[in-house]
């Protein structure tokens, strides 16, 4: 037997000696295999720990190098190797029923072990590198994972027929602050497994960082991943007894049938900008690639590119649309509305406002906007004219300033406005933060003696609520209830229009119609109690000296 150990060893010398067998794990194997059979190893484990600390956790390698499955016995020499951060520790199980091993076997082991620590360090090393380059630190496969898993399909043209999704989980900080972070784990890897389950994709589900992912999957799983997407019910808790709704953003590009892989970046540039897209514009939740949507993707960019040079260059005009008292016909205010000039051309508001609306160069709009009415105005006044309120509108994204009211003051105060003539228009809220902050920026206008409307009402879902607890002075009713031509006393517009009208009036609320394009709609306002009207009826937005003359009572319509 000695004899048959000693032959043994000399052919794992010679693996081991060997650079090209002894960096093949199976040849390795077959080396170590045959000293364990011959002697009467049962079993022999490797731990790897990355770290000597990390000792007796989870946070480990463990696999069998050697194990005969006829016996198992105890564990006879436990050998312990560092390289002074990695800790391997080697366990030979002795097989049972057989005699102890003899000194000379246990050196011949140890010997092995020694020699099989530097392979192993390398293995494990190489091992380790793998799991920290395409695993996060939560287990999922990272973006550099999926990169090398698609250049792989890239290479092998095997990507037509494939779609490719990234995708946003909505409000999931709020998920977090729901049911608790540990909870919010689980909810997230349900959700991810219920992905893969439905794709049955050899790729998994990677994670770009925090709950951004991206996958692969077949064409004909779209429908059901779009499904999942959108509304999916995720269990959680003690033994997963509670669940939760959970839903998505997400950009999806499929690959045509014609489509060239060059690499990575094509496909990212894709599908990454679309996701941006659904996740920002709040329009859809789940969106798909098209060339169109890019393009819309590049004037946003060229957009915010050139607005801090325009903001400087005054290229921003204040427009006035007049509102007029539909009884008497004539001028009772006005709302400012802004155009660009660049280049000789005006671009349309809808061309550049939602855009800037994606962040807080809106509220640089704003009071770039206020400033420049608050300078007509007193210009105005200073020529002797009689002037209605103007109206100037906030973005919503004002609400995170506690300071707001105070900021507005200080521009209108600078020039010396009457705060009466100042009415600051606002849009309804979406969250219950929100609408606390709006009803303080409400009643702190109010205190300095200036007007707040509620903008476009009608057209959202709170409306009710926004008027019962926020004290405006003025209603502005949206286009899409006020009646039109072809609508009659019973239909639903009118009827909607005729009790929010006289809610408003009961309420002592100031009520204004938007949108106003006909005689008919104006006799239908002067009908139900609206006094006023705003819309291309009477006039579109004005520049500046063409409202000038409205205001010295010229061009009115009858």
């Known amino acids: 037997m000695i004899e048959d150990i000693v032959v043994a060893f000399r052919y794992f010398i010679n693996v081991m000696n060997n650079a090209e067998d002894a960096l093949d794990p199976n ?50 020499v436990d050998r312990r190797m560092t390289d002074g951060n990695g800790l391997v520790i080697y366990e030979f199980f002795h097989a049972a029923g057989t005699a102890r091993w003899s000194e000379r076997i246990r050196d011949r082991l140890n010997l092995m072990i020694s020699i099989l620590f530097m392979f192993n360090s390398r293995q494990m090393l190489k091992q380790v590198a793998n799991r920290f380059a395409y695993i996060d630190e939560a287990g999922y496969h990272n973006l550099r994972y999926f ?45 991810v497994d219920g992905i893969e389950e439905l794709t049955g994709s050899d790729i998994p589900v990677c994670r770009i960082g925090g709950d951004n992912f991206i996958t692969i999957f077949t064409a004909d799983k779209t429908d059901a991943v779009v499904d999942f997407l959108g509304n999916a019910v995720v269990s959680f808790g003690d033994d997963y007894g509670e669940s939760i709704m959970l839903s ?46 890019i393009n ?25 649309q007049p509102k007029v ?64 309120r103007i109206s100037v509108n906030l973005s919503r ?15 209108i105060n600078r020039h010396n406005v009457p705060h009466e003539l100042i009415e600051v228009e606002l849009t309804e809220t979406t969250t219950d933060v929100e609408f606390k902050d709006l009803k303080r920026v409400v009643r702190d206008l109010q205190k300095e003696n200036i007007s707040a409307s509620v903008d476009d009402f009608g ?10 607890e926020v004290p405006w002075n003025v209603i502005k009713i949206d286009k899409s209830i006020v009646p039109i031509d072809e609508d009659d006393e019973s239909s639903a517009r009118t009827v909607m229009f005729k009790y929010v009208v006289a809610m408003a009036r009961e309420m002592g609320l100031e009520c204004i119609a938007e949108g106003v394009e006909t005689e008919t709609q104006v006799e239908v306002l002067r009908r139900y109690g609206c006094a006023l009207a705003q819309g291309y009826f009477f006039d579109k937005a004005l520049p500046k000296d063409e409202f000038e003359k409205r205001l010295d009572g010229i061009g009115i319509r009858e």
């Open 459 to 468: 057209s959202g879902y709170s409306s009710l609520n926004l008027i019962k």
């Open 147 to 191: 990169n090398a898993q698609v250049n792989r399909l890239g290479t092998e043209n095997d990507l037509h027929g494939k779609v490719v999704a990234h995708f946003n989980l909505r409000h999931f900080q709020a998920v977090n602050n729901q049911i608790g972070r540990k909870n919010g784990d689980i909810v997230m890897r349900g959700f």
């Open 325 to 388: 008292d539909v009884n008497k016909r004539r001028l009772a205010g006005a709302e400012a509305l802004c155009r660009w000039k660049h280049d000789g051309r005006l671009i349309p508001p809808n061309d550049f406002i939602p855009i800037l609306e994606q962040n807080t160069d809106i509220c640089k709009l704003d009071f770039y906007m206020i400033d420049h009415v608050c300078r007509d105005i007193r210009q105005w006044l200073d020529e002797g004219r009689q002037l209605p």
């Open 296 to 320: 819309a993707k590049k004037q946003t960019a060229w957009v915010q590119h050139l607005f801090p040079e325009a903001l400087k260059n005054d290229e921003f005009l204040v427009y006035y």
């Open 27 to 76: 040849v390795v194997r077959e080396a170590v295999s045959n000293i364990c059979r011959l002697s009467d190893v049962a079993k022999l484990v490797v731990t790897y720990y990355e770290h000597v600390q990390l000792e007796g956790s989870d946070n480990r390698i463990r696999y069998d190098l050697y194990e005969d499955t006829d016996s198992d016995g105890e564990v006879i």
């Open 397 to 411: 994204k004002h609400m995170l300033d506690i300071d707001l009211v105070e900021h507005l003051m200080e521009i």
């Open 248 to 293: 998505a953003t997400a950009g999806i590009f499929v690959i045509p049938d014609d489509y060239i892989y060059t690499n990575m970046n094509d496909l990212l540039d894709k599908v990454m900008p679309t996701s941006f897209i659904a996740k920002s514009a709040g329009r859809e939740d789940i969106m798909f690639y098209s060339p169109e949507l």
